[in-house]
């Protein structure tokens, strides 16, 4: 089974709106890490966000907040006022704690329309 | 952050030849690092986890005589594709964990970008 399946390959969004990028996980660890990355055109992986399957609240940074519902499995990226940079590719990933391994899921292109 | 380096960042060589990929960590000591492979409009697949000091663990379906993988201090890892062919032509991306850090984070490298002729 997919340990990460983000099901949106393209989105749209207008400049300054907000946006969900969709992402479920799989896992039996009780123990794991959520992330989400920025791939631009350049290739680099950026870090945006991170949480953990323990913490109570969901991960906020910047204009990036995580919206974590642990019994649906699914940690959902929401990115508020979107900019003309946020156009990229964007991963959710998984690592848990049992193994070194990161679990990526197949990515959602994030396009942002002036 | 912890800053990944790698060299070269896009290299394009002739069929049959053999090319080496470095990954630094430039401000940290890292025991694991991981190789990536990145096909376009595709995500990373992981092809192998490197341990300082001893041999790397292969994925499924990667060949390890093809990718040789050598970790030979806590602070560099190299990838060398043996007589690479067109297929081979990918983005290839390390990264690495702080071996100090309780972190769970991985710092990605920039990626080198590799065409076969």
């Known amino acids: 089974a997919q340990k990460i399946t983000q099901t949106q390959p393209g989105m749209f969004v207008q400049e300054k709106e907000a946006v969900t990028l969709d992402c479920t996980y799989d896992?039996?660890?009780?123990?794991?890490?959520l992330f989400w990355y920025k791939q631009p055109s350049s290739g680099e992986m950026i870090f945006l966000i991170y949480?953990?399957?323990?913490?109570?609240q969901n991960a906020t940074e910047g204009r990036y907040s995580l919206n974590f519902q642990k019994a649906r499995k699914s940690a959902n990226l929401v990115i508020s006022a979107s900019q003309l940079g946020d156009s990229a590719m964007y991963f959710c990933?998984?690592?848990?704690?049992?193994?070194?391994?990161?679990?990526f899921g197949t990515g959602t292109s994030l396009t942002v329309i002036p | 952050g912890a800053v990944v380096s790698q060299h070269p960042s896009r290299v394009i060589c002739k069929s049959g030849t053999s090319v080496k990929i470095e990954c630094r960590s430039l401000?940290?000591?890292?025991?694991?690092m991981f190789w990536y492979r990145q096909f376009p409009k595709q995500s990373l697949m992981l092809m192998a986890t490197?341990?300082?000091?001893?041999?790397?663990?292969?994925e499924q379906g990667v060949e390890k005589d093809k990718f040789l993988i050598n970790h030979a201090s806590l602070t560099l890892s190299t990838l060398t594709v043996t007589s690479a062919h067109p297929e081979d032509s990918s983005f290839y991306i390390c990264?690495?964990?702080?071996?100090?850090?309780?972190?769970?984070?991985?710092?990605f490298g920039p990626g080198t970008r590799l065409t076969v002729l």
């Open positions: 990264s690495a964990r702080d071996r100090a850090s309780s972190d769970n984070e991985q710092f």
């Open positions: 896992t039996s660890d009780p123990s794991y890490g």
């Open positions: 949480q953990g399957s323990y913490d109570q």
């Open positions: 990933a998984m690592r848990e704690a049992r193994g070194n391994q990161f679990y």
């Open positions: 401000d940290f000591q890292a025991t694991t």
């Open positions: 490197s341990n300082e000091g001893s041999k790397a663990t292969y």
